[in-house]
């Protein structure tokens, strides 16, 4: 029933592809130090939407369907990307603000243009427009061979595909917010939900905003955006995945989400321009419940990966062996389990000394580096050992261990160079200084999200049980 009321998969899918391309567009080219105007930020943007429409029509069209329905799906996927832009447009529907004193306290007074719906109305038919010409092109450029057998509607593939959409829809946020807190921006905007007084949605924000103005609002804005993309993933797993287990997962993932804008919206109202006063309870708890979000989506992310449910049930049947393997499967499990809960500590206590400054949880956090990443290492290199019969399997663990492996040697060493040449003050000292530490925190994210798909393959790679033959939709579906 549930099935019926919603909007293609397929669809909805390219839909949030385009949005989340033309969102960290949006933020790019409006960064206040770059200073871009809008007749250089706008055809950035669209060329953006529209070469992220017509990868999602290449997708459809290799899936098999005809150029009539890739065209549809693509028309389909501009309205819903444009609808998404919409919250973000609303900064370009208001006139010129202006301040208002009410007591102690400064609003902003803003009115809609008299041609703000005729704006709303032209964005959405561009939206519709731009999906038209991707999908034709995407129908010439992908010419889809043999048709599914298995409705996109319900395909695993394309639910597979959004959850690794809303993983990365992630990104941009913990990357804005690590911006917030490098550069002291978190009371920039002292007010929530709204802002200055006015609706979030409609307050103007342009190139030209005050920098600790602008990250600190669009860090709120594309919390919006997470909040509607992984709502509409739960809807969807309900939708399309009979399984208790990963239902569960993906309401306890949801709920997270809605706790972090929550505490979000606790840290503004509690908290201080002072960072000596600030309530640091609050913004320790942000911190970590960030990124441990984001760890929950990419373990979400490969439970719905049909790869990983044919592989996890092919190797519990012994449809699928590991004897080419040159490392034991059970290695796999202990050092990707054992490396990310000790990165989940070390996340800890990098977010403790990098809102409260003290020393010895500094040290703690530098001696568990040398832990973590010979931990990480050993589970990259277990990774690289196991070889499933399944080539897809195979690929999906390798490229995983590869990406762990990577991360960690990449942060270590930008974990030292933070030290050795960052100063010790709460906020960044210069630009290059402030996008140096949110470059260590955003690939400590990146790090933690590779070791938790790890762990979640090192299930399927060392099976404490066995079961029955792998489903044979799934077998199909892959």
Not at 22 to 49: C, D, K, Q, R, Y
Not at 274 to 289: M, P, T
């Amino acid at each position: 029933m549930i099935q019926r009321l919603l909007p293609n998969t397929s669809t909805v899918t390219v839909g949030f592809i385009a949005a989340v391309t033309m969102w960290t567009a949006w933020l790019v080219t409006h960064l206040p130090w770059l200073g871009l105007p809008e007749s250089v930020a706008l055809p950035i943007v669209v060329s953006a939407w529209f070469a992220a429409l017509a990868v999602g029509g290449v997708l459809l069209a290799k899936d098999g369907a005809t150029r009539g329905e890739t065209s549809l799906r693509c028309v389909g996927a501009g309205l819903i990307s444009a609808l998404l832009g919409l919250l973000i447009l609303g900064s370009k529907l208001t006139e010129p603000p202006t301040q208002v004193a009410a007591g102690e306290a400064v609003t902003t007074a803003v009115s809609l243009k008299p041609a703000a719906g005729l704006m709303v109305a032209g964005f959405l038919a561009t939206g519709a427009l731009l999906g038209l010409v991707a999908g034709l092109a995407a129908g010439v450029l992908g010419r889809p061979a043999a048709r599914v057998n298995i409705p996109s509607a319900s395909n695993p593939v394309w639910l597979g595909r959004f959850a690794v959409v809303a993983c990365v829809s992630i990104v941009p946020l913990i990357v804005v917010g690590g911006l917030v807190t490098s550069t002291g921006s978190g009371m920039a905007v002292p007010d929530w939900p709204n802002t200055y007084g006015t609706n979030m949605f409609l307050y103007p924000l342009g190139p030209r905003a005050a920098p600790d103005v602008f990250l600190e609002h669009s860090h709120r804005l594309f919390g919006t955006l997470i909040g509607l993309t992984t709502l509409t993933l739960t809807i969807l797993v309900f939708a399309h995945d009979s399984r208790k287990f990963v239902r569960g997962w993906a309401v306890a993932a949801f709920f997270f989400v809605v706790l972090q804008g929550v505490l979000g919206g606790i840290r503004v109202r509690t908290g201080h321009v002072d960072f000596a006063q600030d309530d640091k309870f609050y913004r320790v708890i942000h911190g970590v419940l960030a990124q441990g979000v984001f760890c929950m989506y990419a373990a979400l992310a490969v439970f719905l990966s049909p790869i990983y449910q044919r592989a996890k049930q092919g190797i519990l049947s012994g449809v699928i062996n590991l004897a080419a393997s040159t490392s034991r499967p059970k290695l796999l499990r202990i050092f990707a389990n054992a490396a990310l809960h000790t990165t989940l500590l070390q996340l800890i206590m990098g977010a403790v000394y990098r809102h409260t400054r003290h020393v010895h949880v500094l040290w703690t956090h530098i001696a568990l580096s040398f832990v973590v990443v010979v931990l990480a290492i050993l589970a990259a290199s277990a990774a690289q050992g196991v070889r499933p019969s399944d080539e897809s399997a195979r690929r999906a663990v390798a490229r995983l261990g590869a990406l762990a492996g990577a991360s960690v040697v990449l942060q270590f060493v930008l974990g030292w160079v933070v030290f050795l040449v960052a100063s010790n003050t709460p906020q960044a000292a210069s630009i290059g200084e402030g996008l140096l530490r949110t470059a260590h925190q955003a690939n400590g994210a990146v790090l933690i999200a590779s070791l938790a798909g790890l762990a979640v393959w090192s299930r399927a790679i060392a099976p404490k049980r066995a079961t029955t033959a792998p489903s044979a939709a799934i077998v199909a579906a892959t």
